[in-house]
């Protein structure tokens, strides 16, 4: 068990370049989680897959993004032609069954300038 | 329309005193109730849940919390607060069914004095 991992920690960005996040959950997890953190809020649930399927998107899921999870093991978070509103800690989590907690990456933290 | 309040974002307690975070959800549905825990620049580390059973779980580090359904509350405590508890403190609540998303409160950050 090596943990969720995501791929970049940091990302710096310009406001209308297009960005693109990637989360490796642990290997046996079926659901995985996106949820976004801004500065002294909690997270917010963005999106949800169950294998390959996404089930679920929050309103907070404008057009701009988009999230995939080909084959059912790691998922990407695209962001199109980014704003400053978007700066924020992405989170990625995963778990194996419904009584299960879910297991949180380490962030990747997006600032949009 | 599930929800979670935590009151108080900022908590500070002296080094060995009682550590109390209170958390309270609404929900229509029996939920299950969760608390993580968040240091600097790293995600969320899971320190206690409820699901079924008994109310009173028992968690890492010391932790634990009760739920109590007539009270709609899920309060985190700790007995003798440790300088290594300082850090934010989520709730957060799930329904029994469908995605099971977490639905987070807006986090109490614990600062624990010498």
């Known amino acids: 068990d090596t943990g969720v991992s995501q791929d970049p920690r940091h990302k710096i960005t310009k406001r209308g370049q297009n960005v693109t996040f990637r989360c490796d959950p642990i290997s046996e997890h079926n659901r995985l989680y996106w949820y976004r953190q801004t500065l002294g809020q909690g997270p917010e649930f963005l999106t949800y897959?169950?294998?390959?399927?996404?089930?679920?998107k929050s309103r907070l899921l404008s057009d701009r993004f988009s999230a995939e999870r080909p084959k059912g093991s790691f998922s990407t978070l695209e962001i199109q032609r980014t704003e400053q509103g978007d700066s924020a800690m992405y989170l990625c989590?995963?778990?194996?069954?419904?009584?299960?907690?879910?297991?949180f990456g380490p962030g990747t933290r997006l600032t949009v300038t | 329309a599930q929800s979670v309040t935590q009151l108080g974002s900022h908590v500070s307690v002296s080094e060995g005193a009682l550590v109390l975070l209170r958390c309270n959800y609404s929900s229509s549905v029996p939920p299950y109730l969760f608390w993580y825990v968040q240091y600097p620049n790293q995600g969320l580390q899971l320190l206690l849940k409820y699901t079924t059973g008994a109310t009173l779980v028992k968690g890492i580090n010391g932790f634990e919390a009760e739920f109590k359904k007539s009270e709609t509350s899920f309060h985190l405590t700790k007995p003798s607060a440790h300088m290594s508890d300082a850090a934010e403190y989520f709730c957060?609540?799930?329904?029994?069914?469908?995605?099971?998303?977490?639905?987070f409160g807006t986090g109490t950050r614990l600062k624990v004095l010498a």
């Open positions: 989590a995963s778990s194996r069954g419904v009584l299960d907690e879910q297991y």
């Open positions: 897959f169950q294998n390959e399927a996404q089930l679920e």
């Open positions: 957060a609540v799930s329904e029994a069914s469908g995605t099971y998303k977490y639905i």
